[in-house]
């Protein structure tokens, strides 16, 4: 199995882990379509791409579901069909839920969870009459957990594997995969970009994020996993511990977190 003349579709594509992405899948043969709003850096990408020719770019907001249906079909009318759906585009928050406005959380639910689940209904005919498809959904750790600062992004994440690990039973006999990608603390501008509670940029780099691993040793060890077509898939640091402890001594966890710095 190789991503020699795959077609991958990415969002958040413009920067940190899906941009990363985009280099490695390029390296490996594959031929691209790059998502995200920001028409400029999305284009510095493809440029930066092994073959800059084998990747192309379709701009999109993922918190306007209406408009993907029409994305979708862009996407798939650019080389017939689409082999790997990366959904990576996504937003985080930092803010206490108490200080965290509705609009807020549901706008953290639309890009994260709405937004990633509009692109695959869009996407989904298609692998069925083909067959096959993989669909690379990019949760988190807090996809199985929870920690002080983020409930909303935890909860969208939690959502993803709902929603994915539902789906995943329903296409198997279509012979379309599906894996759930939970990073730890990857070193991107995520935090500067999350959410405050009033609706604002955080602005700031968490401890975290500025200790965390490289994108593109991320983006190096997710590829062979996504090949060996694991449903599940933790990359990350010692917090990726918190998985396990969640599953076997979650009140130890939830004791420890209270206690953590989560910035
Ligand atoms: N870094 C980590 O430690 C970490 C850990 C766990 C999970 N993750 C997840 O990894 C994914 C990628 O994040 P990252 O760390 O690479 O952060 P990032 O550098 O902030 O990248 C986020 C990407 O999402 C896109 N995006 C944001 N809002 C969007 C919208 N409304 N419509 C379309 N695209 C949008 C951004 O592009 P535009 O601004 O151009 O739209 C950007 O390309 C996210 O789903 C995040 O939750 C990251």
């Given at each position: 199995m190789s991503f020699?003349?795959?077609?991958?579709?990415?969002?958040?594509?413009?920067?940190?882990?899906?941009?990363?992405?985009?280099?490695?899948?390029?390296?490996?043969?594959?031929?691209?379509?790059?998502?995200?709003?920001?028409?400029e850096a999305l284009t510095e990408v493809k440029n930066n791409c092994k073959n800059p020719s084998d990747a192309h770019i379709i701009t999109l907001d993922l918190s306007k579901t209406d408009q993907l249906e029409t994305k979708a079909k862009e996407a798939i009318n650019i080389f017939g069909h689409?082999?790997?759906?990366?959904?990576n585009g996504g937003i985080s928050q930092r803010s206490e839920a108490i200080d965290t406005k509705l609009e807020v959380i549901r706008r953290v639910m639309e890009i994260n969870f709405?937004?990633?689940?509009?692109?695959?209904?869009?996407?989904?005919?298609?692998?069925?009459?083909?067959?096959?498809?993989h669909i690379v959904v990019t949760s988190s750790v807090m996809g199985k957990f929870g920690t002080r600062l983020r409930s909303s992004y935890a909860a969208s994440k939690h959502a993803l594997h709902g929603y994915f690990d539902s789906l995943r039973q329903e296409v198997y006999e279509d012979n379309i995969k599906i894996s759930l990608v939970c990073p730890g603390f990857v070193k991107t501008d995520v935090t500067k970009n999350a959410l405050e509670g009033d609706g604002s940029k955080h602005n700031k780099m968490g401890r975290g994020q500025k200790n965390g691993i490289p994108a593109e040793e991320f983006a190096e060890k997710l590829i062979p996993k996504i090949l060996?077509?694991?449903?599940?898939?933790?990359?990350?640091?010692?917090?990726?511990?918190?998985?396990?402890?969640?599953?076997?001594?979650?009140?130890l966890l939830n004791k420890m977190l209270r206690n953590a710095e989560v910035t």
């Amino acid at each position: 199995m190789s991503f020699q003349n795959k077609i991958a579709w990415i969002t958040g594509a413009s920067s940190g882990i899906g941009e990363a992405l985009a280099y490695e899948l390029s390296n490996q043969g594959a031929k691209l379509i790059l998502s995200s709003r920001r028409k400029e850096a999305l284009t510095e990408v493809k440029n930066n791409c092994k073959n800059p020719s084998d990747a192309h770019i379709i701009t999109l907001d993922l918190s306007k579901t209406d408009q993907l249906e029409t994305k979708a079909k862009e996407a798939i009318n650019i080389f017939g069909h689409i082999d790997y759906l990366f959904n990576n585009g996504g937003i985080s928050q930092r803010s206490e839920a108490i200080d965290t406005k509705l609009e807020v959380i549901r706008r953290v639910m639309e890009i994260n969870f709405f937004g990633s689940v509009a692109l695959t209904k869009a996407v989904l005919p298609s692998m069925i009459e083909r067959q096959s498809g993989h669909i690379v959904v990019t949760s988190s750790v807090m996809g199985k957990f929870g920690t002080r600062l983020r409930s909303s992004y935890a909860a969208s994440k939690h959502a993803l594997h709902g929603y994915f690990d539902s789906l995943r039973q329903e296409v198997y006999e279509d012979n379309i995969k599906i894996s759930l990608v939970c990073p730890g603390f990857v070193k991107t501008d995520v935090t500067k970009n999350a959410l405050e509670g009033d609706g604002s940029k955080h602005n700031k780099m968490g401890r975290g994020q500025k200790n965390g691993i490289p994108a593109e040793e991320f983006a190096e060890k997710l590829i062979p996993k996504i090949l060996k077509e694991k449903e599940e898939i933790y990359i990350g640091g010692k917090e990726i511990w918190g998985v396990y402890l969640k599953r076997f001594f979650p009140r130890l966890l939830n004791k420890m977190l209270r206690n953590a710095e989560v910035t």
